[in-house]
């Protein structure tokens, strides 16, 4: 899409109003990235993500008239994104984890830090329940301070914040707990090894 | 410790491109869509027009609202002067109808024989 980087989200906005579908595609390819992966972290699936992300487009293409700027769009775009994943999860709970797809489309873009814990990480995330995984993932995926996850997720902040603050603390014991299982194998693999070595 | 998790989070929840034929499957969906909104965008200037027009309809309900209460009032004003010159009249006649009465009453009887 070249009007992407020639307009602003405004004017791709307004000219989207008017009835421009270039202009609406344009919107669209501005913000796959974040829907897309917000719903792929929430349900854990890559073909339930793409469905739900095409249908939050489609309900945006619905109701753009009631859209006002492009803040708002980004508001509204993460709203519904996430309320349809909290109400697929409710409908049909999916098992927890990552799958090989999601694990072998991640493989590629892990060019920096450390894969496999970046993996269990959001593994670890799969397992929380589906309001708290919102809130992690508001706050550490799309930047977004307690406040504005409350008004997103309709939701007190002090129920965002207790979110995260519980959250965290299970990540971190988790993610303890397999580096102790893993030092412990470690340990368990050297001993032979010495066993064998002349006195 | 909780800075070096935050960080590690960030960096494995980096955002994950859907796919090249994303935006195009989206809007062959669309395209089964009736183009509803295709509702242009109010300019400012029609905005402003719109809000003087509220504004002037206002006003002018209210100016006829308090016309219409002065004008009850005066009618009210009106209806109650002319009921205390109707009770003045009546009270002015039945003066005068007493005191013919007490006159005849006092007359001796047969003046008139």
């Known amino acids: 899409m070249s009007g992407d980087e020639e307009c602003t989200g405004g004017e791709l906005l307004t000219q989207a109003l008017a009835g421009e579908r270039a202009a609406f595609g344009a919107l669209v390819c501005r913000h796959q990235r974040a829907v897309y992966s917000l719903a792929l972290r929430m349900l854990s699936d890559r073909h339930a993500a793409e469905d739900l992300a095409q249908e939050v487009f489609l309900q945006l293409y619905r109701s753009l008239a009631s859209v006002a700027s492009e803040a708002h769009l980004s508001f509204w775009l993460r709203k519904v994104t996430m309320h349809r994943a909290i109400d697929r999860l409710r409908r049909e709970p999916r098992h927890t984890g990552v799958g090989l797809e999601e694990a072998a489309a991640l493989a590629g873009e892990a060019a920096e830090g450390d894969p496999i814990l970046e993996r269990r990480l959001r593994s670890l995330l799969a397992e929380l329940p589906s309001a708290a995984r919102a809130v992690v993932l508001l706050r550490y995926q799309e930047d977004l301070d307690p406040v504005e996850i409350a008004r997103t997720l309709k939701m007190p902040v002090n129920t965002v914040k207790s979110h995260l603050r519980r959250s965290l603390a299970m990540l971190r014991e988790r993610i303890a707990d397999a580096a102790a299982a893993d030092a412990g194998v470690a340990t368990r693999v050297a001993l032979p090894g010495e066993d064998r070595s002349p006195p | ?113």
């Open chain 2, 1 to 113: 410790m909780n800075h070096d998790l935050e960080r590690r989070l960030r960096a494995a929840l980096r955002p994950v491109d859907p796919g090249d034929d994303f935006s195009a499957k989206v809007l062959a969906r669309t395209a089964k869509e009736p183009a509803h909104f295709a509702r242009p965008p109010r300019s400012p200037a029609v905005a402003g027009w719109l809000a003087f027009g509220l504004a002037t309809c206002v006003v002018l309900g209210l100016l006829l609202a308090h016309q219409w209460q002065v004008r009850r009032t005066q009618q009210g004003l009106e209806a109650r002067r002319q009921l205390i010159e109707a009770l003045r009249v009546t009270d002015q006649k039945l003066d005068l109808a007493n005191r013919v009465v007490n006159e005849k009453e006092r007359a001796p009887p047969d003046s008139g024989a």
